[in-house]
């Protein structure tokens, strides 16, 4: 496909007056075209087509829809319908009455060339870019961030289920890519044993029929790798991505063969962790994962907004990652991404899962950002039953390198070392005459010689200890409740977009999707904004209203 970079066209007249007669109070998509234009431009996706060959569907156009059709919810096929039906959206398309629009699947094919050409976050970016030169997006000092779970475009499988399902899976492909070689390998009991979906309730019942089944399985399994793995197959079939994930599978979940043939599953001690273990075979990025009382198979969505109160609470930032990974470790991330977009806070609200004394410092040192949020609490058994003796109560003179107990014993040992972590740490030893002859010694340390006391380097000790100084005031608490808007922006995104169910396969497709969904939500709340109602009430605001009043 190619593509040739043309002016935007105006909204043509019978589309305009057709659309001013349809809707005379106005309409969301009249007012995003009347506001922000088209938004996108072809020069802005002309690297991802060629120069040459079949004419491409407008890209500006392509990019609106996708992000208009989050604003409703629609798949696909409702959005080509939309284009072809709907006065507004032609309007905001540029789009005569007569235009037939397109076939959904250029919607898709237009969502793998941004996958392809790394240009996802363009969507988002171009879109914050229009509101900053309308004056829309005016400050941006406070923003706030807070992540969500997204379950995976696939089933839950239990482990039975998902070898089932691997085998099947590495046959269908195998059918396909070279269905001569696998004719050569078959057996007949593959027929009978995975034509159809592999199913719970299919399943045996009873733990050792179970067993035995998921025994079967494995063998046939270890029998297709063999083939796979025999000098005369050609080695291609090894790079086929069912065949590698098979490979894995089951070196997951089976011990090696014995010289017998004999297959025997590994016990959960022996089994990969979440971050490693494949679930589905059909999304092998999507892994499982607990917070809380939630459990899940998918992802997890990262999303920041303003939380000034003199403009719209416009989202600037959203990151998808594994659902394995940890809330502050896309701290990071996600301010490299706002520094590129000139668009970081003075103040970021963050909740206790980002918030650490590296991150404190790093906020201040290189963004010159204030970093807000409680840290966590110190989780020694000292700290929880005789707070006189936790790691807080001890004195430390940094340029002596000293460390002085409650009691007023000095350290004897001052050590920097690295953590398992891979961090810098200091390890603080105390005299054990000191320890022994001490009366409060049993509320102090366990220890069979001495107390011993980790301390971070000075700049993160410092911050931390002022930080969880400074999450007990008034003024913290009251700052810190800005925070919790963040959480009806996810909700918003779960009601209206969809943004709890990625529609799509891999962490690169369902990130394109949260993106999407950003951009859709900032130009809901642009529409509201502009009626004068960016913040609506709550049904539970409106009825608290009736409260009576208490004097």
């Known amino acids: 496909m190619s593509m040739q970079p043309q002016p935007i066209p105006t909204v043509p007249e019978d589309t305009a007056a057709v659309a001013r007669a349809a809707f005379p109070k106005g309409n969301l998509y009249l007012q ?3 506001t922000l234009g088209s938004i996108y431009q072809d020069e802005t996706f002309a690297s991802l087509f060629s120069r040459r060959g079949q004419p491409a569907q407008t890209p500006w156009q392509l990019a609106l829809v996708c992000v208009m059709q989050f604003i409703e919810n629609l798949s696909d096929r409702q959005a080509a319908d939309a284009v072809r039906a709907r006065i507004d959206w032609k309007y905001a398309l540029s789009l005569p009455l007569s235009d037939p629009g397109f076939d959904y699947s250029v919607l898709s094919e237009f969502r793998e060339r941004l996958i392809a050409g790394n240009a996802e976050q363009l969507l988002l970016d171009k879109l914050l870019e229009q509101l900053r030169e309308k004056k829309l997006l005016k400050g941006h000092k406070r923003q706030r961030t807070d992540s969500t779970h997204v379950l995976g475009a696939i089933r839950s499988l239990n482990r ?3 070898l089932g399902e691997t085998f099947r899976a590495a046959l269908n492909h195998l059918t396909v890519v070279a269905p001569g070689w696998l004719q050569e390998y078959l057996q007949v009991e593959w027929f009978d044993r995975y034509s159809r979906r592999t199913e719970n309730y299919r399943l045996p019942k009873l733990d050792s029929e179970r067993e035995e089944l998921g025994g079967t399985i494995g063998q046939d399994g270890f029998a297709l790798l063999d083939a796979i793995y025999q000098p005369s197959t050609p080695e291609w079939l090894r790079q086929v991505p069912a065949v590698e994930t098979l490979r894995q599978v089951w070196l ?3 011990y090696a063969p014995t010289e017998a043939g004999q297959v025997q599953w590994r016990t959960p001690k022996d089994m990969p962790p979440s971050t490693l273990a494949i679930h589905s075979p059909y999304d092998v990025e999507a892994h499982y994962s607990s917070k809380r009382s939630v459990d899940w198979v998918g992802y997890k969505v990262h999303v920041t907004e303003i939380c000034d109160q003199d403009c719209p609470h416009f989202i600037t930032g959203v990151c998808t990652t594994l659902s394995t990974k940890t809330d502050d470790a896309v701290v990071d991330d996600i301010h490299q991404t706002l520094s590129q977009q000139q668009l970081l806070p003075e103040k970021h609200l963050m909740d206790t899962g980002y918030v650490t004394s590296e991150h404190i410092v790093n906020s201040e040192k290189n963004y010159d950002m204030n970093l807000i949020g409680p840290v966590r609490g110190n989780p020694s058994w000292q700290s929880q039953k005789n707070a006189k003796f936790s790691s807080e109560q001890f004195q430390v003179d ?4 000293v460390v002085t107990c409650p009691k007023g014993h000095q350290s004897i040992i001052w050590r920097d070392k690295i953590d398992n972590r891979g961090l810098p740490v200091i390890h603080v030893h105390f005299s054990q005459s000191d320890c022994r002859s001490c009366r409060v010694r049993k509320q102090c340390t366990h220890s069979k010689f001495a107390r011993r006391v980790t301390l971070q380097p000075q700049a993160k000790y410092d911050a931390l200890q002022q930080r969880r100084q400074f999450q007990e005031t008034s003024e913290f608490k009251k700052l810190y409740q800005q925070r919790a808007g963040v959480e009806g922006t996810l909700s918003q995104g779960v009601r209206r977009s969809g943004l709890r169910q990625s529609r ?12 999407l969904i950003a951009a859709a939500l900032n130009l809901i709340r642009l529409g509201a904004w502009l009626l004068g ?7 539970q605001s409106r009825f ?3 409260k009576p009043k208490i004097a």
Not at 398 to 401: A, H, R, T
């Open 32 to 34: 995003i075209r009347d």
């Open 160 to 162: 039975l289920e998902t």
């Open 252 to 254: 997951q979940q089976f």
């Open 398 to 401: 940094w340029e002596n390198q």
């Open 504 to 515: 799509y396969i891999g962490l690169g497709k369902t990130h394109l999707q949260h993106i």
């Open 533 to 539: 109602t960016p913040h609506a009430q709550t049904r």
């Open 544 to 546: 608290m209203e009736l």
